[in-house]
């Protein structure tokens, strides 16, 4: 239900975005690994955060979306990698953008499905859930004028790229 919630909060993807806010992507990403580790935990899985903790993390953000990214792909990384193995998350600052990472080891999902599991309702594989975290992802994405990418973690499993841009307001009034 706060899966439906949320996407039909950000629906239509053409509403504007709600007042933002400075965050720390950095400190929202650790405040929400921490809600997860118990999880982890239970799967005797370890989740790792791979950042400079010199670089400026700050960005422009629509309330609560950065915590809504690393919860859905950190959730998703957790359910479908095996039990005793390790999710990573990487976080890299550049000038104009921030990139969210997030490599598991679990059987990854095949190139030609990786545009579809992005749509509302779609899963990969078994396990529970609707289908509409990474529909959720993308949208938020989408709304701080980002770009997403599934592809091939290193190793095996799969990596999701979360670029953002520190200021999505600027961003998207400069394409108008």
Known sequence: VSQLLTL?????????LPELRHANV????RETLAKLS????????????NADDQADW?????????????????????QH??????????????????TLMVDDQGPGIPVHERSRVVERFQRAGPGAGAGLGL?????????????????????NGLRIRAVLARDALTQRHAKE
């Not at 950095?26 to 990403?29: C, D, I, R, Y």
């Not at 938020?140 to 973690?153: P, T, Y």
């Open 8 to 16: 039909a909060r950000l629906d239509p993807e053409e509403e504007p």
């Open 26 to 29: 950095l400190l929202e990403t």
């Open 38 to 49: 118990p999880l982890a935990a239970e799967r005797q899985q370890q989740l790792l955060l």
């Open 58 to 78: 700050t960005m422009e953000e629509e309330p609560g979306a950065i915590e809504t990214l690393v919860q859905n792909l950190v959730g998703n990384a957790i």
């Open 81 to 98: 990698s095996p039990e005793q193995s390790t999710i990573t998350v990487t976080l890299e600052a550049a000038v104009l953008s921030i």
């Open 135 to 155: 529909s959720i992802v993308e949208r938020l994405v989408k709304r701080h004028e980002g770009l997403l990418r599934l592809e091939d973690a290193p190793g």
